[in-house]
């Protein structure tokens, strides 16, 4: 992704030094960067899937389309997956895309977390 004359963006991972952590991945699409990170606490292992998508760098539409390939793939790679980050999408607004990500989450069984507004101006 061209990150030229763009402020912010990129993907990072902060754990405390008790969790063994490995990054496994990172890139971007056209629509957003991502990162996977392999994190193992005594017996557990839990892989992280962050994701940021510049609100300029594509239509919701290129990115519900690219986000859904992309988790198609990583689900079949990675298990007890943790997908965390930016989507730059306003999820309490009603419009077909909207709706199609929802349903797509639910198809996949993927479960949006967050149902408060993380946003100033009051979007989710």
Not at 105 to 116: I, P, R, S, T, Y
Request: aromatic share 12%.
């Amino acid at each position: 992704m061209n990150k030229q004359n763009r402020k912010g963006g990129r993907i990072a991972l902060t754990c405390t030094n008790y969790i063994n952590v490995t990054k496994l991945s990172g890139g971007s699409t056209v629509s957003f960067e991502y990162g996977i990170w392999k994190l193992v606490f005594k017996n557990i292992c839990i892989h992280i899937i962050g994701i940021y998508r510049p609100p300029s760098a594509s239509t919701h539409r290129q990115f519900v389309n690219e986000f859904f390939q992309f988790m198609k793939t990583a689900m079949s790679q990675y298990s007890n997956l943790f997908v965390t980050g930016d989507f730059n999408l306003h999820l309490n607004e009603s419009s077909l895309i909207i709706d199609d990500f929802n349903s797509s989450l639910n198809a996949m069984g993927l479960e949006q977390h967050v149902d408060f507004s993380t946003h100033v101006s009051g979007q989710p």
